[in-house]
């Protein structure tokens, strides 16, 4: 301990305390460091945002549980972290003749949940300066020969290392000056060096790390895991899109946004209802069926970052408007960049619009630990026989990729079938309260 005297003439000591990876919760085990919001030296508060950490789901920003001094960085961005492992060394001061806060303890484990600190709730640097009421106080330049860490979203980082760009280079755009994934693009293409760190002209090598490699493994895992099998069906949903179009101008959606995927989500929870098998799992430790009786439904969003899939949770307990605002917001979050882990996990069936990108249909691969996941594919007018009548209707082709241990292929059709129906005719649904 070192010895040394408050502004009020007490004898203060400091003892030193170690921040472990925590448990961030849904199983995981490890996380990649991305990178450092503090240095050798500096002065932390309690809950204060020092490290942002990337998970196999998504980015999260540690606060400290702490307040003192950094001591020593005990990890390298881009490296990979076990939960428990050291994180950084604090020095905290204590005054004499008092104990250290039971806060864990120098090297034992300390278990504080992202989000939560032994206090009040971290404060995020961009968090704090969006809601200050009154402008801040200038600050003087740093001190020669030191740099300031610029104020940059979690996916402006990634991409400014993919880049190879000097984030201190870079003028940021977004809420208070914070540094966006386009800011970053735009400082590469400026400096005509849109590249990654290693390479060529003639190729360029991106290392593979963080969400990407994770959603690689997990892929993989489900598709040599799981017996894939996929049924596809074309139906005419024209009534639905009209639907649709009705349901915009309702004073129930004001502000939810409904749209073809809030339907075709509402006839897949329905078709649960009959074919329940579709929302169970295999558990493979056990030898059992698991029938789950609720629906956590999953959404496949594509974000800067790669494939995400966050959560509705219950969402066959949620009426047409409270779904359609449900999806929306899942999918703002992911592609923020602000989704949890808790966001991202927990899904028990899965539904993916691959239509958004003019592609007709395709074999989606489950996502672990589930059974079905249904893709809906561009909705295009076609010619269609209606009523032995040759007319233009619009017209989608869904596919139900399954896991086949669980699900006959009749299950599946009968399932597919049932929501080809009812996008077909929505409405007895919308009025039975879909």
């Not at 349901?247 to 004001?254: D, I, K, P, Q, T």
């Not at 139900?400 to 009812?422: K, M, N, P, T, Y």
């Amino acid at each position: 301990m070192e010895p040394g005297m408050s502004e009020h003439g007490t004898v203060v000591t400091e003892h030193s305390e170690v921040f472990r990876l925590p448990d961030l919760g849904e199983g995981l085990t490890e996380a990649e460091l991305v990178s450092w919001s503090v240095a050798v030296g500096d002065r932390v508060e309690l809950n204060q945002v020092i490290a942002e950490v990337e998970t196999a789901k998504a980015t999260v920003e540690l606060p400290s549980p702490y307040a003192g001094t950094v001591a020593e960085l005990l990890a390298e961005p881009g490296a990979g972290v076990p939960v428990g492992a050291p994180l950084i060394r604090i020095a905290v001061p204590v005054a004499a003749g008092t104990a250290p806060a039971p806060t864990g303890g120098g090297d034992s484990p300390v278990q504080v949940l992202v989000g939560y600190g032994p206090g009040a709730a971290p404060v995020s640097r961009r968090a704090a300066r969006a809601a200050a009421a009154a402008p801040a106080p200038a600050q003087a330049p740093p001190p020669p020969g030191e740099r300031h860490r610029p104020d940059a979203k979690p996916s402006a980082r990634r991409e400014a290392r993919l880049l190879g760009v000097d984030l201190t280079e870079v003028t940021g755009t977004g809420t208070g000056g914070a540094i966006t994934v386009p800011d970053v693009r735009r400082a590469a293409e400026e400096r005509g060096s849109a590249t990654a760190a290693t390479g060529s002209d003639r190729e360029t090598r991106t290392p593979i790390h963080g969400i990407r490699r994770r959603t690689a493994a997990a892929v993989a895992r489900s598709a040599f895991t799981a017996p894939h099998v996929t049924v596809f069906l074309t139906c005419d949903v024209t009534a639905t899109v009209d639907l649709v179009a009705r349901l915009r101008g309702a004073a129930a959606f004001e502000g939810r946004h409904p749209t073809l995927l809030t339907v075709v989500a509402k006839a897949l929870l329905r078709t649960l209802e009959h074919q329940p098998v579709l929302n169970a799992a295999w558990d493979e430790e056990h030898q059992e069926i698991v029938t789950r009786h609720y629906v956590n439904l999953g959404i496949a969003t594509a974000t800067d970052s790669g494939l995400m899939v966050p959560v509705i949770r219950d969402a066959d307990r949620m009426s047409l408007p409270g779904l359609a605002g449900a999806i929306a917001h899942a999918a703002e979050t992911a592609r923020s960049g602000r989704a949890t882990p808790a966001d991202l996990t927990g899904g028990t069936v899965s539904i993916t619009n691959i239509g958004v990108f003019g592609v007709d249909t395709g074999t989606p691969i489950l996502n672990p630990g589930e059974t079905a996941i249904l893709a809906l594919g561009a909705v295009t007018p076609r010619p269609w026989v209606v009523d032995g009548e040759l007319a233009v209707r619009q017209v989608t082709t869904l596919s139900l990729s399954f896991d086949h241990r669980l699900v006959d292929g009749e299950q599946a059709a009968r399932a597919l079938a049932e929501i080809g129906a009812i996008l077909t005719d929505p409405v007895p649904e919308l009025l039975a309260g879909i």
